[in-house]
T-cell receptor
Framework: QQPVQSPQAVILREGEDAVINCSSS?????VHWYRQKHGEAPVFLMI?????EQKGHDKISASFNEKKQQSSLYLTASQLSYSGTYFC??????????????FGQGTTLQVKP | NAGVTQTPKFQVLKTGQSMTLQCAQD?????MSWYRQDPGMGLRLIHY???????DQGEVPNGYNVSRSTTEDFPLRLLSAAPSQTSVYFC??????????????FGPGTRLTVL
C-alpha cells in the first residue's frame, strides 16, 4: 500500500519554508526521499532509518517518527532550484531484507521569484 | 560508468502488440526494479529483482513479465499492450538487496504510448 503524501501541491516564494509529510498505515523500516524535475528521472535526497532520526542536506532536512509511521521533509529558505516533485518511498520491516521500495503519489513544489 | 540505461526513450504501440523495454546497469547492483509513473499516481512498483535469477511482483504486476538472467540486465516485457499501459516507465537499481538504506539510481525513463 502506497504511503500518503501531503500536501499534493504547494507554491512558494523564494526564501519561504515548506514541509512535506509522508504517512503510512503500515509499520515502516526506512523512509527515502527523492526529487524529480519535469521530464527527468527521480534523484535521491536522503534516507532515514531509525525512529526519531533526522538528517540534513544543505537547507533540506527530514525527520522520521517510527511510532507515528510518519516522515516529514523540511525545505528551508527555498530556492528556485527546489522546484519539482518530491516523493517519499518506504520499506517495511517485512521487506527490509529485499530493499523493496514503495513510493507515495508525490508532492509538487513550485518556487516563484 | 553509464549508470542505469533504458531503451527505447519513446515508443508507440498498437493495442495487442508486444514489446520489451530494456534496462541495463554497469554498477554491479544486486537490486533492480521497474516503476511506472502516471499523473497523480506517483511511482508504482511493477516488478523487482534481488539478484540474478530472482524476481518478484510489485504493486501493479498484471500485464508485465520480467526475467533476470544476468546482474546487469532486467528487461520488462509487455505481452499484449493495452491503452491502460500508456505511461512513463523507470528502471532503478541499488547496490545490495539485503539493505534498505541504499539509494536507488534511476534510468532516464521510457515514454510508452499504446493506441
Amino acid at each position: 500500500q502506497q504511503p500518503v503524501q501531503s500536501p499534493q501541491a504547494v507554491i512558494l516564494r523564494e526564501g519561504e519554508d515548506a514541509v512535506i509529510n509522508c504517512s503510512s498505515s503500515k509499520a515502516l523500516y526506512s523512509v527515502h526521499w527523492y526529487r524529480q524535475k519535469h521530464g527527468e528521472a527521480p534523484v535521491f535526497l536522503m534516507i532515514l532509518l531509525k525512529g526519531g532520526e533526522q538528517k540534513g542536506h544543505d537547507k533540506i532536512s527530514a525527520s522520521f517518527n517510527e511510532k507515528k509511521q510518519q516522515s516529514s521533509l523540511y525545505l528551508t529558505a527555498s530556492q528556485l532550484s527546489y522546484s519539482g516533485t518530491y516523493f517519499c518511498g518506504t520499506t517495511s520491516p517485512r521487506s527490509s531484507n529485499t530493499g523493496k521500495l514503495i513510493f507515495g503519489q508525490g508532492t509538487t513544489l513550485q518556487v516563484k521569484p | 560508468n553509464a549508470g542505469v540505461t533504458q531503451t527505447p526513450k519513446f515508443q508507440v504501440l498498437k493495442t495487442g502488440q508486444s514489446m520489451t523495454l530494456q534496462c541495463a546497469q554497469d554498477m554491479n547492483h544486486e537490486y533492480m526494479s521497474w516503476y511506472r509513473q502516471d499523473p497523480g499516481m506517483g511511482l508504482r512498483l511493477i516488478h523487482y529483482s534481488v539478484g540474478a535469477g530472482i524476481t518478484d511482483q510489485g504493486e501493479v504486476p498484471n500485464g508485465y513479465n520480467v526475467s533476470r538472467s544476468t546482474t546487469e540486465d532486467f528487461p520488462l516485457r509487455l505481452l499484449s499492450a493495452a491503452p491502460s499501459q500508456t505511461s512513463v516507465y523507470f528502471c532503478a537499481s541499488s547496490l545490495t538487496s539485503g539493505q534498505s538504506y541504499n539509494e536507488q539510481f534511476f534510468g532516464p525513463g521510457t515514454r510508452l504510448t499504446v493506441l
